[in-house]
């Protein structure tokens, strides 16, 4: 036990030896509150507010997140986007890489930046708290110059919110017949307020503002764009791009943009932007799907409305994956090992859904996977350890892995991957988009310098190839959807180098505490068994 506690010190130690130490208090709990201006219910906030202050820090810094728990059911916190290289106990992933914070204790997480700087953003990753509010803009500066010169800095938050807590709708969900599912239309928050009464972004003339926007919300996409004003994209996910001018953006749950917007010479007129939230997994009723949101670029707070016509989308040019260069200039990676996936479904006799991103609904296991690699010994190498519905996928250090996703279905899917960042190589057509009346998905292939991000839209009846190299020895990481799917099993969890784990990796006394006091096993395979004796699991759901 002390040896753990000394190496844990010794972690802590080297990071923060030569930086400095942000310290940041949380106490979550829930405040009766109406977001929307139509419904009041319990959300989830932090220190008595919502929505959550962003947390500022610069690069190379150390973000000591001091978590208390005062709901009534475990939470854990993840930081997304961050690589937490050597630290997966620092992910936030329950029962994936801790226990979850019981109620009524606490959690430290250590969010070392040394490698990254950008756009990200804090959330909930135990159950669905991130929809109910717990969900915060992380921005990481710059230590020196920035890739691209720029004057002040603005921040732009989206999110959907809707008439209930969204753990209520998924409980509606997993009881009774899918035809019965409640329609809930959701409304959509800019900078956490009803954005239709959203605070206007207020700018000077000829200034250089870095806009930085996000979707922390759950699973509806927004369109953006700035009337008058040309944006250039120069970051996505955290990855540094060559400037690209466009006139709007779409942005799926889980993914930022930052971009150059540089205001004009006259005063003489304010503008304004668009954004449309819309779900294409539920019923397009006019004025409550999609909606449309305006807001105010103000010049001047008395000066009028300059006025334009109206443009078909079709007609402007949208931020693309397939037209960025990121400034790394990573050339495309081989393929040494193809991982195909498939987004597949499977209604029990009750007509409830589970998804899956392969042969099995993703369930989680008995015993954190983290905590079964430490603890399995060479069993850490096979994958039948951690049990089916674990959906894990062992991979070796330093190969090359290219994963192809497929989606036969008429939605769309936010792709979130954990602990690192991929190639976008391919995206292309999947399954008979024309017999559902939907457009075919064009293909399209990466250059030579793919663009990499964490998080990618999988297109209605279309296929994504990603690439990665598995160069984050110690890493637990998830990849699944980033909506309430997860939930539902469209997860996979890769092990990384197992044997790395097991030597370089001690997880903190504080988190073994929390599982005990939890009541799980915090060591065996995924069942808490030894070797291959999986007795215990609940059983794994198919869904080829």
């Known amino acids: 036990m002390l040896h753990r506690l000394l190496f844990s010190l010794l972690v802590v130690w080297g990071m923060c030896a030569r930086a400095a130490v942000f310290h940041v208090y949380w ?35 150390v973000l000591s997140l001091n978590v208390r728990n005062s ?42 930046t040394r490698e990254q700087a950008g756009t990200y953003f804090i959330h909930g990753h135990y159950g669905l708290e991130v929809a109910d509010g717990l969900r915060a803009p992380f921005i990481i500066l710059d230590k020196g110059k920035p890739a691209v010169d720029y004057d002040k800095e603005l921040l732009l938050t989206l999110e959907d919110w809707g008439q209930q807590p969204e753990s209520q709708l998924l409980e509606y969900l997993k009881t ?84 150059l917007l540089e205001t004009l010479d006259s005063d003489n007129f304010n503008y304004i932007y668009n954004a449309t939230m819309v779900g294409d997994f539920i019923p397009l009723v006019e004025g409550l799907n999609p909606r449309y ?10 000066a009028a409305f300059r006025k334009f016509p109206l443009v078909s989308d079709s007609d402007l040019v949208w931020a693309d994956e397939f037209n960025m260069v990121p400034l790394n200039r990573q050339e495309l990676l081989p393929a040494d090992r193809v991982i195909e996936l498939e987004k597949r479904i499977n209604l029990t006799e009750f007509g409830v859904p589970y998804y899956g991103l392969g042969n099995w609904s993703y369930t989680p296991a008995l015993v954190p996977t983290l905590l079964s690699v430490l603890t399995t010994g060479s069993f850490a190498s096979d994958s039948a350890i951690y049990g089916p519905q674990s959906s894990v996928i062992v991979l070796d250090y330093q190969e090359s892995v290219e994963l192809v996703i497929g ?99 001690r997880v903190p006394q504080q988190l073994l505490d929390n599982c005990r006091k939890l009541g799980v096993k915090v060591s065996g395979n995924g069942a808490g068994n030894i070797g291959y004796n999986l007795t215990g699991l609940p059983p794994a759901i198919l869904v080829e």
């Open 407 to 505: 989606n036969q279905m008429a939605k769309s899917h936010p792709l979130h991957i954990h602990s690192r960042v991929f190639q976008i190589v391919e995206r292309g057509p999947f399954g008979n988009a024309t017999a559902a009346g939907l457009p075919t998905v064009p293909l399209q292939q990466a250059g030579k310098y793919p663009m990499q991000r964490d998080t990618l839209m999988l297109p209605e009846f279309g296929y994504v190839k990603l690439r990665f190299k598995a160069d984050r020895p110690g890493a637990v990481s998830m990849f699944h959807c980033h909506t309430e799917h997860l939930d539902q099993g469209m997860a996979v969890v890769f092990v990384e180098a197992p044997e790395l784990i097991q030597k370089y990796q």
């Open 293 to 302: 949101y305006i807001g105010a670029i103000e010049y001047r707070k008395d």
């Open 71 to 112: 709901l009534d059911k475990p939470i854990s916190l993840h930081a997304h986007g961050l690589f937490m290289r050597n630290s997966s106990y620092y992910d936030g992933v329950g029962m994936v890489t801790e226990c979850g914070i019981p109620p009524g204790s606490n959690f430290t997480y250590l969010v070392e």
């Open 176 to 259: 009774v017949p899918t035809t019965a599912l409640p329609n809930d239309f959701k409304t959509g928050l800019i900078n956490g307020t009803n954005g239709n009464f959203s605070a206007p972004i207020t700018v000077m003339r000829n200034t250089r503002y870095r806009l930085r926007i996000l979707n922390i919300g759950l699973d509806h996409p927004f369109k953006f764009r700035m009337l008058g004003h040309k944006m250039h994209v120069i970051e996505a996910d955290g990855v540094n791009v060559e400037p690209l001018e466009v006139d709007g953006l779409d942005i799926a749950p889980g993914q930022r943009y930052s971009v």
């Open 27 to 61: 106490d979550v709990g829930h405040q009766n509150i109406s977001r929307d201006g139509y419904s009041t219910w319990p959300a989830v906030g932090v220190n008595g507010q919502i929505p959550i202050p962003p947390i500022f820090i610069t690069q190379g810094d």
